[in-house]
């Protein structure tokens, strides 16, 4: 779907695309057929797709996938959609929040995700065990680098680590504003993911894992200061903890803890260490 085909439906359905949405149509069918071939998807396969649009994407996942639900907040959209979809026999289309929904169950996200609700995307279908689907999705470029390049100081943070913990990045490419109607004021890039063969083990238990997110959560925002500061930080605004100053030095040192800082630690290290910190705590 072009930038001129794009415009007239729009106009026609009296939709002024939603900046708060990050509602940026799709308009370069050579991206659509890069993001379906990365997908690899079978004939055997169930496709989520997050923000459905015209249904540019969706028309292509209908060739290929078993079953597509696709997913549009936007209500006038939808009914477009479902318009466009009524005679389909394997797309379902939704019209619900999908970070608010129960999903059903699904081999590969394929999407161009609002980039306003990238995050919790990641957060909700991908930091969840071992059991994450595949993706290829159309992100944040700033976000692509933060997920793809910790050893350079800025790209270090919550999502990084975290994001890295559970997941491999497969392939990236930045793509051009140019590629979408309305010209979005960030870069983006088109990302394929996919879950770690093998999972360090402290992450495959739900509140072992929940206590992983929080403890990156709370010292990523100090990743220049070195491991004691940024715990003893991450403890005093985590109160259930309730370690004082000094046990948090013996934890460090009965442990032989580097005392770096943290955004030198390598994943695997920080996950060595919050289940050591775990154990010493419960």
């Known amino acids: 779907m072009n930038l001129t085909e794009t415009r007239l439906i729009l106009n026609k359905l009296g939709v002024i695309p939603n900046k708060s949405l990050g509602q940026n149509f ?6 659509l057929i890069k993001m ?5 998807i079978s004939k055997e396969e169930t496709v989520l797709e997050i923000g459905a649009g015209l249904g540019a994407l969706t028309t292509e996942l209908e060739k290929k996938a078993k079953k597509v639900y696709a997913y549009e907040i936007d209500k006038i959209l939808y009914q477009y959609l479902k318009d466009k979809f009524s005679i389909s026999t394997n797309v379902e289309i939704i019209n ?4 608010k929904s129960d999903i059903p169950p699904h081999d590969k996200i394929v999407s161009n995700i609002p ?7 990641l957060e909700i279908f991908y930091y969840n065990g071992e059991n994450s689907p595949v993706g290829i999705m159309i992100i944040e470029n700033s976000l692509s680098k933060r997920i793809s390049d910790l050893k350079k100081y800025k790209n ?16 990236k490419y930045q793509i051009s504003r140019n590629c979408f109607y309305p010209i979005p004021g960030i870069d983006l890039a088109l990302i394929k993911i996919k879950p770690k063969t093998t999972l360090n083990s402290f992450l495959k238990e739900p509140i072992k894992r929940k206590f992983f997110i929080e ?3 709370g010292i ?27 046990e948090i030095i013996k934890f460090i040192k009965s442990n032989s803890i580097s005392d770096e800082k943290v955004f030198h630690k390598e994943i695997d290290e920080l996950i060595a260490t919050c289940e050591l910190l775990f154990e010493y705590t419960n």
């Open 96 to 99: 619900a929040d999908a970070l």
């Open 115 to 121: 980039y306003t609700i990238t995050g919790p995307i």
């Open 156 to 171: 270090f943070s919550r999502i990084g680590v975290t994001f890295n913990a559970f997941m491999d990045l497969i392939n």
């Open 36 to 40: 379906i071939n990365e997908a690899e």
């Open 215 to 217: 403890f990156i959560a």
């Open 26 to 31: 799709l308009i370069d069918r050579n991206i």
């Open 220 to 246: 990523t925002p100090y990743k220049n200061k070195t491991f004691s500061n940024s715990l003893k930080l991450f403890i005093k605004n985590k109160p259930s903890l309730a370690l004082s100053k000094s």
